[in-house]
């Protein structure tokens, strides 16, 4: 009867944090979810759509920063290389970029026209100087920038493949 009794409590205590559980982890889907809709998107309506010609001179005069073919050149740093395909040139490899310590994203480019061609990202310093993350990708389709105020940092970049 003891036994009984004991497995019984069990039982009770497992279900008890086992509903406890899902409870806790419905709410924070519930927050991420939330979180996420008050996120500014990216879209053609918030972006300036710009030819190269119409660049603006502090982006086109960007110093380039050295691209390291391998995955970090920092034991701080970390990289991430995913690949997706049978798009793009033969010769596409994983690169990383560093750049110098204290810039923060300024502004960052896409290239798009049916496709999304090539994606570079501008930093800036604190002393205002202005660098190109990498110069990748092709040249088909038109620029969409989108500038980042001094509050603002990426924390997810979401890409889709529409078909």
Known sequence: MKKTGVLALLFIAYLSTSCEKKEV??????NIQQDTQKLTHYDEANSSLVDWNDFPKELKNAI????????????????????????GGGD????????????KIHAIAIRAGSK????TIFYISPAGT?????????NGGIYH???????????????????
């Open 25 to 30: 982890n419905e709410i924070l889907n519930e």
């Open 64 to 87: 380039p920063l050295e691209n390291s073919s391998s995955y970090s050149n920092h034991k701080n740093s970390k990289a991430f290389s995913y690949s997706v395909g049978p798009f």
């Open 92 to 103: 596409g490899s994983a690169f990383s970029v560093n750049p110098p310590s204290g810039t």
């Open 116 to 119: 999304v061609d090539k994606i």
């Open 130 to 138: 202005i660098y190109t993350g990498t110069d990748r990708g092709g």
């Open 145 to 163: 920038i989108q500038f980042f105020s001094d509050d603002e940092y990426i924390i997810r970049f979401v890409i889709k493949k529409f078909v």
